[in-house]
């Protein structure tokens, strides 16, 4: 009989899944709003129309999901996450699980795209820390297989890591997070507070060149005239050699690198992979981080650790739960001929 791996990443915005069948192949990928604002019921009603198109190839073998924020050993988020109003509290491994008439896994969305990353290198990574960044920053770690997941699973919370004491106030409450200088949103607004002569709470992270005139840049009069700007509008400028957004991309570096250079030094990865939609619109940031690591860790933190693209594109944490779902139910050389299978497909659409 035909088996099927499921995963299912829940965001803010909107809720995918996929399924894989044994060779690997992607089977069914299904997308739906988040209806964040109207409570929990209304978001497990839109999981449960997902987990029955999931379903509709035939009994699922393995069911993974993603949520934000964290997630206790049952299967229940703690805590507040991705603006989803109620969902701290939820059920959802045991709720997920009845949907679907299969064991059902959950965890912490960034630790299952670290979990996708490294089994799509299990052949040639042992400890493996992933950065992802989007509308905010999130991390996982995985050695041998293993996620690191602490507490609730909110481990290697790297956007949180404070790489500017008294900077920039983060959505989180504290002032200095990587994420208020790097994700998608900190940069437009970083661009923004530049444009208008605003105080940015840089300070050490302040760029040479950042009096030089701006009255060229095309971010910036588009920031003048009340733009709401982004990641994707800073890099779309880049490309054109626009001097703000070049100043907004070497701050986000060096925010990045810091934060990098702390996971690097307490985990001591042989693999730093960086992943998220941010780094799908400027891929560069990849070799500034590697450029800067040296200034940041000591020697032998950063000599063997190679720095890469994420794989699997910002869809990590998507295969990361088909994938963590799958590790529950096949042996280990199953599950990394599924991935090998998976990622060569996802490659070659």
Same mark, same amino acid.
């Given at each position: ?208 060149? *950042?009096?030089? /005139?701006?009255?060229?840049? &095309? @971010? !910036?009069?588009? $920031?003048?005239? =009340?733009?709401? %700007?982004? +990641?994707? #509008? ?12 070049? *100043?907004?991309? /070497?701050?986000?570096?060096? &925010? @990045? !690198?810091?934060? $990098?250079?702390? =996971?690097?030094? %307490?985990? +001591?990865? #042989? ?15 990849? /070799?500034?981080?590697?450029?800067? @690591? ?56």
């Amino acid at each position: 009989m035909e088996k099927y791996y499921a995963g299912i990443d829940i965001g803010g915005q909107g809720l995918k899944g996929i399924v894989l069948d044994q060779s690997g192949v992607l089977r069914i990928e299904a997308m739906r709003n988040t209806p964040a604002g109207e409570g929990r019921d209304a978001v497990l009603r839109i999981v449960a129309d997902l987990v029955k198109e999931l379903s509709s190839l035939g009994p699922l073998s393995s069911m993974g999901v993603g949520s934000p924020g964290g997630v206790d050993r049952a299967g229940v988020v703690v805590g507040m996450a991705a603006n989803i109003s109620g969902w701290a509290g939820t059920g959802l491994g045991e709720a997920v699980a009845a949907m679907a008439g299969a064991p059902c896994v959950v965890r912490n969305d960034a630790n299952l795209a670290a979990y996708a990353e490294w089994v799509a290198r299990s052949d040639s990574s042992w400890a493996l820390l992933f950065i992802g960044l989007g509308t905010g920053i999130g991390g996982g770690f995985v050695e041998d297989g293993r996620i690191l997941g602490g507490c609730n699973d909110r481990a290697v919370e790297i956007g949180h890591s404070v790489i500017e004491p008294g900077g920039r106030r983060c959505a989180c409450g504290v002032a200095g997070c990587a994420e208020a200088y790097a994700s998608g949103p900190s940069m437009g607004r970083i661009a923004a507070d530049l444009a208008l002569g605003r105080d940015a709470g840089l300070g050490s992270l302040e760029p040479r060149g *950042l009096g030089e /005139s701006l009255e060229g840049s &095309a @971010l !910036a009069a588009r $920031a003048r005239a =009340g733009e709401q %700007l982004n +990641a994707h #509008d800073v890099y779309a400028a880049y490309a054109r050699g626009d001097s703000l957004a070049k *100043l907004v991309d /070497s701050i986000a570096a060096a &925010a @990045l !690198a810091r934060a $990098a250079a702390i =996971g690097m030094a %307490l985990l +001591a990865p #042989d693999t730093l992979v960086l992943g998220g939609g941010v780094i799908e619109g400027a891929p560069h940031l990849c /070799s500034r981080v590697q450029e800067l @690591l040296p200034k940041l860790v000591y020697h032998d933190g950063w000599k063997d650790c190679r720095v890469e693209k994420a794989r699997f594109s910002h869809k990590a944490g998507l295969y990361g739960a088909a994938f963590y779902g799958a590790s529950q139910v096949e042996d280990p050389e199953g599950l990394a001929a599924l991935a090998t299978k998976a990622l060569a497909c996802f490659a070659s659409p």
